[in-house]
């Protein structure tokens, strides 16, 4: 992976203790799936591959134990991590990081606050469009053996949709990682989750990534 390098993330305002948990935990998440496809492009690693085909995402539990299996698969020294932090108005806090992973989070949290309402929108269609066709509740480990040509081309369809109207650049990684496209789907929903959360801290003048 590329070398480590300063990133300062400027923070205004007041910020509480449900903040300082909030904050890092969206962003950790968000970094770490950012990350885990860009490695994927250099090393073949077969807990990678384990890490996005083992959970059936038929809930949050899901979500929180892939987020976090793709924390702890990042080498520490490159795992986001505080190096000086300074509360006030203005202040910041600076983080050791791979700086490309963090420029790269930069620009799809920027997009989803230029877009906000156009990306929501889309989010809310396609996460309608999956549930009206029951796909939500299916098990991704099998659902390669229950979906019809009309289910895979609307999923196909969908994270493709997305991922561009994101500016998400990594779509190619993600679907050689995830086993279908109903999973890739439901990670690229996770993850827009994640990033949305990053973008309110944004629109309330908190930060600025």
Not at 8 to 27: K, Q, T
Not at 132 to 144: I, P, V
């Amino acid at each position: 992976m590329a070398q480590i390098e300063p990133y300062r993330i400027e923070i205004d305002g007041e910020w509480s203790l449900n903040d300082l948990h909030e904050f890092p935990y969206a962003y950790t998440q968000a970094y770490s799936f950012l990350y885990a496809l860009a490695a994927s492009q250099v090393d073949d690693d077969e807990r990678l591959r384990i890490t996005f085909t083992a959970h059936p995402w038929t809930g949050g539990f899901s979500s929180v134990n892939f987020f976090r299996y793709l924390y702890y698969l990042i080498p520490r020294p490159e795992r986001p991590a505080i190096i000086s932090m300074r509360y006030s108005s203005p202040g910041w806090i600076d983080l050791s990081l791979v700086l490309a992973i963090g420029m790269a989070l930069r620009k799809i949290v920027g997009n989803v606050c230029d877009a906000t309402l156009r990306i929501n929108d889309m989010y809310t269609a396609l996460y309608k469009g999956a549930q009206d066709r029951k796909l939500l509740s299916l098990n991704s480990k099998s659902a390669e053996l229950k979906l019809d040509r009309e289910h895979l081309e609307f999923l196909e369809e969908s994270v493709e949709m997305f991922a561009k109207i994101l500016g998400f650049e990594q779509l190619e990684e993600l679907n050689k990682l995830a086993p279908n496209p109903l999973a890739a789907l439901k990670m690229m929903f996770a993850f827009y989750r994640r990033v949305r959360k990053l973008k309110e801290y944004q629109d309330k003048k908190k930060l600025k990534l």
